[in-house]
């Protein structure tokens, strides 16, 4: 039994292009489509477009969470192993890593007479993510490198599951749209992405597919999810090449970040004028003149519901990507302070 893509009873999270809704494309870590189902075969046919690293597809069936190696190239389908004392069976596949590639989805395989059945709405509450690889979950299965840098790897330890914009996100039962790159600073240029022709998160938020070596530049129709909570993650990549904020934090080039970091956050707050836009970096290892900067500017804004939120240990926690008990205190901090600020947030329509 074949469930296509278009199947109303499949349910799908985060920014996914439909264009062709018999071959949706997964684009953003987080992303994923849930089926429920019965009987004990399931398979999935993906089609994988690799940029770089090993690309792995992640799952939680009926609670336990797996991965699977992606071939390269090519439509192929990949066959799930499910439990044969569950009656019925309830599938999350989800993209574990950010655009080093993009997977096309063109279906369920299930046993012959077999069910899919509805699954429970989505949460209510919808949280919007932009950062960089600390928000998608680079690396984070590392775990015995903890306030470490990182091992050496070929994108096995990449778990968005594992991130702490999902973590926060189950932690306050949110829906997730988790705009992160690994590599990425905010202005073109920057950062580590796409290099040598960085491509900064200027000319990513508003894309649903941005990586040009995995197909064509396509915008995004913002109207399709509106969030409650914005969390901008940005200023960690964008000391390279030089880190101008701390070398000379009232200069040229740091007056004219400021002044792109500001116009980006002022168009976020144009597209949701309701949200709360929470401006932060992480834990990772950073010259605090890039949080002053965010400081200055956020106190420039004069919006009450624009806030500047550091971690505990912000800056200054590890050298090399967060894992996952690094990534859970995170998703500790950033919850306890999304709810001190009231019920109130989650009112918007």
């Known amino acids: 039994m074949y469930v296509f893509p278009d199947n109303e009873k499949l349910q799908y999270s985060g920014r996914i292009d439909f264009e062709d809704k018999q071959a949706p494309v997964m684009v953003f870590p987080c992303s994923f489509v849930k089926i429920r189902f019965s009987g004990n075969y399931l398979a999935v046919?993906?089609?994988?477009?690799?940029?770089?690293?090993?690309?792995?597809m992640g799952y939680i069936l009926d609670g336990e969470q797996g991965s699977f190696l992606l071939p390269q190239t090519g439509r192929n389908a990949l066959e799930i192993p499910v439990a044969r004392d569950i009656e019925?069976?309830?599938?999350?596949?989800?993209?574990?890593?950010?655009?080093?590639?993009?997977v096309t989805?063109?279906?369920f395989i299930l046993g012959e007479g077999e069910r899919v059945f509805k699954l429970p709405p989505l949460p209510g509450r919808r949280i919007e993510v932009y950062g960089d690889s600390v928000s998608a979950g680079e690396v984070s299965e590392a775990v015995e490198y903890v306030g470490k840098e990182d091992p050496?790897?070929?994108?096995?330890?990449?778990?968005?599951?594992?991130?702490?914009?999902?973590?926060?996100?189950?932690?306050?039962?949110?829906?997730?749209?988790?705009i992160a790159q690994?590599?990425?600073a905010l202005m073109d240029n920057t950062g580590w992405f796409f290099e040598p022709d960085y491509i900064g998160m200027e000319s990513v938020y508003d894309k649903i597919s941005y990586?040009?070596?995995?197909?064509?530049?396509?915008?995004?129709?913002?109207?399709?999810?509106?969030?409650h909570v914005v969390v901008i993650a940005i200023g960690q990549n964008d000391s390279h090449p030089r880190d101008f904020m701390k070398e000379d934090p009232r200069g040229a080039m740091?007056?004219?970040?400021?002044?792109?970091?500001?116009?980006?956050?002022?168009?976020i707050r144009e597209i949701y004028p309701r949200a709360v836009i929470i401006l932060s970096t992480t834990i990772l290892n950073h010259a605090k003149e890039w949080d002053d900067a965010i400081e200055e500017v956020k106190e420039s804004l004069k919006d009450k519901n624009i806030y500047h939120f550091l971690y505990k240990n912000n800056g200054s926690g590890t050298p090399g990507h967060i894992r996952i008990p690094e990534a859970e205190q995170m998703a500790e901090e950033l919850t306890e302070f999304i709810c001190s600020l009231g019920e109130s947030i989650w009112e918007l329509p």
């Open 45 to 56: 046919e993906l089609e994988n477009r690799q940029a770089y690293w090993n690309n792995y």
């Open 88 to 102: 019925v069976h309830e599938l999350c596949l989800f993209k574990r890593m950010d655009s080093c590639h993009v």
């Open 105 to 107: 989805f063109y279906g």
């Open 152 to 178: 050496e790897h070929n994108g096995e330890y990449s778990n968005s599951w594992y991130s702490y914009p999902w973590i926060t996100a189950r932690k306050l039962g949110a829906s997730l749209h988790d």
């Open 182 to 184: 690994g590599g990425i």
């Open 211 to 227: 990586n040009p070596a995995l197909g064509k530049i396509k915008p995004w129709d913002f109207s399709r999810y509106t969030p």
């Open 254 to 267: 740091a007056f004219t970040w400021k002044k792109h970091y500001r116009k980006f956050v002022e168009r």
